[in-house]
């Protein structure tokens, strides 16, 4: 058991004004599982790499042992997935890999002799934490596995990574964190720090944390406020009996000074005392998060049932994508379609949009039906916002100050989007969506690499204004609370 140890770690991109990390000290066991929260931009991926030793940096990180980054680069995907391995951990023992995959619940005999292109997402992300666990004398970084997991997959993670120890793990599934990890790294806004616990407990005590600071912050305005009238008060009474210094009898005149020095250092008093009130709230709600509330205007439709599909086949060429595939949605509703990765899902999707997919069946869809969409791929997202609002055909206004609810700064306006985190270009596919007036909206893994304050903002926002809507998701937290239907594929 030692001691990873960060001092004094300050960070910038170059040519970049701003600075990502600035005098942040921490520091955490190599025995933990941590996992480790923020939101998007604040530059999670970003200390990862600078554990890896990626960038220059100022300050210090002491690490006693090796940094391993999850997910590893295949430089050749083509190669069979033992090859992949092998490069990862050469002469390992395969016994152990056996005992891990085993775990992990995937079959060794059918998936070593493979292709590694040709794994499912999730396959890859198993066998790679698999094959890196193997790695002795090592510190494993995780970033974001979830994103290429169902739910059946990542409640098999998540038990396979509370039996480890030794790792950082980057994630915004709620669930999936309170699984699987002992301790917790913050990213907040003016700095970070290390709880013992997992990401529940640490959101309970950054609640009450803020609650305390926003009491805090009232009472002394409250304060502040009593001593400005106290001190003009006392100010006003000093000139008062100053200018009444027109007594014939030198005493008078003595006596009346005395009680206008008094009346003065009371003033002087009561101005320090505010000046330290001040002071004192400066320090205050640094930390608090805010998470505006988004709003969204769906638009009503005269029929009551918007989609219907009866007994769809989608194929593509000879392979069967899913078949047997038979829902309604109606006004109102909120349809989860649920399955494992590779089940068809985004087919069924792409069917609904009019894409040209070859089915049979039956598929009906309300006539003169508008539809916003929100795709799981951010790759094409380039160039400036402003010229993506124009191309989208939505208010450019309202486009921005969405955004700014999602925690984007003034300053990310500025930059391209392909410089964007992966969080920041989802929330710009959801900020589309959001400001698009639909009578369905289709979303197709919209919480991808999105932080958690801004899942409960769309938590919150599907739940008060009640669109109907489509959507493949693997955040169990999140279905549970804004699913009115599941269509289990």
Known sequence: ?????????????????????????????????????????????????LLMGKYEYQGEIAAPVRFDYFPFEVTDPSRAAQAVVEEIIPN??????????????????????RPFATLSMGERTKLLLAALFLREGGFLLIDEPTNHLDMHARAITSRYLRGKQGFLLVSHDRVFLDSCIDHILAINKAGMEVQRGNFSSWQENKRQQDAFEREESERLKRDIGRLNEASRRTAGWSDKIEKSKTGTHPADRGYIGHQSAKMMQRAKSTQRRREAAVEEKSKLLHNVESAEALALHPLAHHAPRLAELSDVRICYGEHIACENIGFT?????????????????????????????????????????????VPQDTALLRGSLKAYARESGVEESLFLAILRKLDFARAQFEKEMQHYSA?????????????????LYIWDEPLNYIDV?????????????????????????FCDAIATKTVRM
């Open 329 to 373: 949605i109606k006004t109102g509703e909120r349809v989860a379609l649920l399955g494992r990765n590779g089940c068809g899902k985004s087919s069924v999707l792409k069917l609904l949009l009019g894409e040209p997919i070859s089915y049979t069946g039956a598929l009906h869809m309300a006539s003169g039906l508008r539809i916003s969409y």
């Open 453 to 477: 304050l801004s899942r409960v903002q769309i938590e919150e926002l599907v739940l008060k204004h009640r669109p109907t809507l489509l959507f493949v998701e693997h955040d169990r937290a």
């Open 92 to 113: 390992y023992e395969p016994w152990r890999l056996s005992r891990e995959l085993s775990l992990l619940e995937m079959e060794e005999a059918a998936l070593m002799d």
């Open 1 to 49: 058991m030692s001691m990873i140890q960060v001092r004094n770690l300050t960070f910038a991109y170059e040519g970049s004004y701003d600075t990502i990390f600035e005098n942040v000290s921490f520091r955490f066991d190599t025995d933990w599982r941590l996992g480790l929260t923020g939101r998007n931009g604040r530059g999670k991926t970003t200390l990862l790499r």
């Open 423 to 439: 969080g920041q270009k989802k929330k710009v596919l959801l900020a589309r969506s959001l400001c698009e007036q639909a009578h």
